[in-house]
């Protein structure tokens, strides 16, 4: 019997280094702060805390009720990639980020070994500013860093490290557009089409003001005043005014050359048998004169 108990020994110490237990287990050390009880349970949904206790070092940034509603928010496959985004594949303690050489660097995320990220998606940026502020943000070209370490939560060296951040860290396009905040591209206005059926009114009719609204537009159809008498007053009523004016006698030769014959061939009713009679008239007194 006593023979045997070195051998049960060295199979309980072999079947121990067969079945590595976890070194940590995130579930029961985030359950420790009911800060951070969303943030636990979205790790827990996403199935990333047995991914995450499967790891021998790690380092988790946990954001707290407040923020974690950030990524609560978000469809559940986002949630899932986000999320993966604040588990760092290495182990970071406050004192270890403050000796990071040049006060800046590239984390490898989990969610860079995934598979599921492009480019710089999967690794964050870490950054020391000259005032001591430690900050994180996406590795993605433009994307922010905003997220400032708040203090340390927990660590065991060099196992785990689970560092406090406020706010979440969403990598650009990690939605599955290039932008998810951009809104849609600008088109240019249009006018509205008319409505089907729908006809043009006419233009307007020209104003009663303006004179000779009633006549045709045709700048060649004849007038009334083409087609009848030069006028339609009584001096056109009278003997001798069949035709205008214009092609009368009086018109044909100077008044002087008339002398009072043209002033006893005028109508007396007519206006041009006036102008002639003044005419003569006064042609006659001047002669009176001359030879008084």
């Known amino acids: 019997m006593a023979s045997r108990s070195p051998t049960v020994a060295l199979l309980v110490v072999l079947a121990g280094l067969a079945s590595p237990a976890s070194a940590f287990n995130i579930t029961r050390l985030l359950g420790e702060f009911s800060d ?12 990333l805390a047995d991914e995450i206790n499967r790891r021998q070092t790690i380092t988790v940034l946990a954001v707290d009720n407040g923020a974690a509603s950030g990524i609560s928010s978000l469809p559940s496959d986002v949630q899932r990639k986000v999320l993966s985004m604040h588990v760092v594949l290495d182990y970071y ?21 995934s598979g599921q990220a492009t480019d710089r998606m999967g690794f964050l940026n870490f950054t020391k500013r000259s005032d ?5 943000g996406s590795a993605e070209p433009g ?6 370490i708040v203090k340390s939560v927990a660590s065991r060296p060099y196992n ?15 939605g599955g557009s290039p932008d998810t905040g951009a809104p849609p591209p600008h088109k240019a206005a249009t006018a509205p089409a008319p409505a089907k059926g729908k006809k043009e009114a006419p233009a307007p ?3 009663d003001d303006d004179g000779g609204a009633d006549a045709p537009a045709d700048a060649d159809a004849p007038g009334p005043a083409a087609d009848g008498p030069a006028a339609d007053g009584p001096a056109a009523d009278g003997p001798g ?45 001047l002669l009176m004169t001359i030879i008084i």
Do not use: C, W
Not at 36 to 47: P, R
């Open 160 to 174: 785990i490290s689970v560092l406090q951040v406020s706010a979440p860290i969403v990598p650009p396009g990690v």
């Open 132 to 136: 001591g502020t430690m900050v994180f």
């Open 205 to 207: 009719a020209p104003s």
């Open 241 to 285: 005014a069949d035709g205008p004016a214009a092609d009368g006698p009086a018109a044909d030769a100077p008044a002087h050359n008339k002398g009072s014959d043209d002033a006893a061939d005028a109508p007396e009713g007519s206006a041009a048998g006036r102008v002639v009679t003044g005419a003569g008239l006064g042609i006659v007194a």
């Open 93 to 113: 303690d406050k004192a270890k980020l403050e000796a990071i050489k040049n006060h800046t660097t590239l984390l490898t995320t989990m969610f860079q070994s």
């Open 36 to 47: 951070f009880s969303t943030f636990n349970s979205l790790l827990s949904q996403a199935k």
């Open 143 to 148: 994307a922010p860093k905003n997220s400032q």
